[in-house]
T-cell receptor
Framework: AQSVTQLDSQVPVFEEAPVELRCNYS??????LFWYVQYPNQGLQLLLK??????LVESINGFEAEFNKSQTSFHLRKPSVHISDTAEYFC?????????FGTGTSLTVIP | KAGVTQTPRYLIKTRGQQVTLSCSPI?????VSWYQQTPGQGLQFLFE???????NKGNFPGRFSGRQFSNSRSEMNVSTLELGDSALYLC?????????????FGEGSWLTVV
């Protein structure tokens, strides 16, 4: 079975500083990769996804993630965070008609 | 296009009771999957339905069941509720299955068991 690891459970960062949220998965065979964001008391919203093609994918609000097959990673980055980015971030892998989530990273942006 | 709709949003039940949660997927989506989210266990896959058939099931006891109707709407049922069933239950839909397709989530149903 696939496993998804988000090593950092909590990441505090100052406003306008860069951030990287790490995600590793166990198998690179035919995987599809996603980052979802969850704001308090809400469901999950798709942030960005890698299905095929360019290994660097971007979201409309400045986040980007790069699919690294050799390192089985899909880290999420943003060069300058905003207060509104404070939320829980989940990495997810779709493979073999199953969907696997990491345990989540709580990003807190400090003014 | 309307998103995934879950009802009810909040409910409180007593141990031993049963509960039914409802999910209306995005129009045209045939796959509906359910997840349980708790602070201790994170997000866990419950099951997936596609065209009224359960295709995948997570590692949950038989008290957790579901079904999908011909219009793709889905319900999940939890019988003989336990305190540990208190959680946010999320429904998600996708056009195809869970691999290679983006899944879209509803707002969730908050279940509290007392």
């Amino acid at each position: 079975a696939q496993s998804v690891t988000q090593l950092d459970s909590q990441v505090p960062v100052f406003e306008e500083a860069p951030v990287e949220l790490r995600c590793n998965y166990s198998s690179s065979v035919s995987v599809y990769l996603f980052w979802y964001v969850q704001y308090p008391n809400q469901g999950l919203q798709l942030l960005l996804k890698y299905l095929s093609g360019s290994t660097l994918v971007e979201s409309i609000n400045g986040f980007e993630a790069e699919f690294n097959k050799s390192q089985t990673s899909f880290h999420l980055r943003k060069p300058s965070v905003h207060i509104s980015d404070t939320a829980e971030y989940f990495c997810a892998v779709g493979t073999g008609n199953q969907f696997y989530f990491g345990t989540g990273t709580s990003l807190t942006v400090i003014p | 296009k309307a998103g995934v709709t879950q009802t009810p949003r909040y409910l409180i039940k007593t141990r031993g009771q049963q509960v039914t949660l409802s999910c209306s997927p995005i129009s045209g989506h045939r796959s509906v999957s359910w997840y349980q989210q708790t602070p201790g266990q994170g997000l866990q896959f419950l099951f997936e339905y596609f065209s009224e058939t359960q295709r995948n099931k997570g590692n949950f006891p038989g008290r957790f069941s579901g079904r999908q109707f011909s219009n793709s709407r889905s319900e999940m049922n939890v019988s003989t509720l336990e305190l540990g069933d208190s959680a946010l239950y999320l429904c998600a839909s996708s056009f195809g299955g869970l691999s290679g397709n983006t899944i879209y989530f509803g707002e969730g149903s908050w279940l509290t068991v007392v």
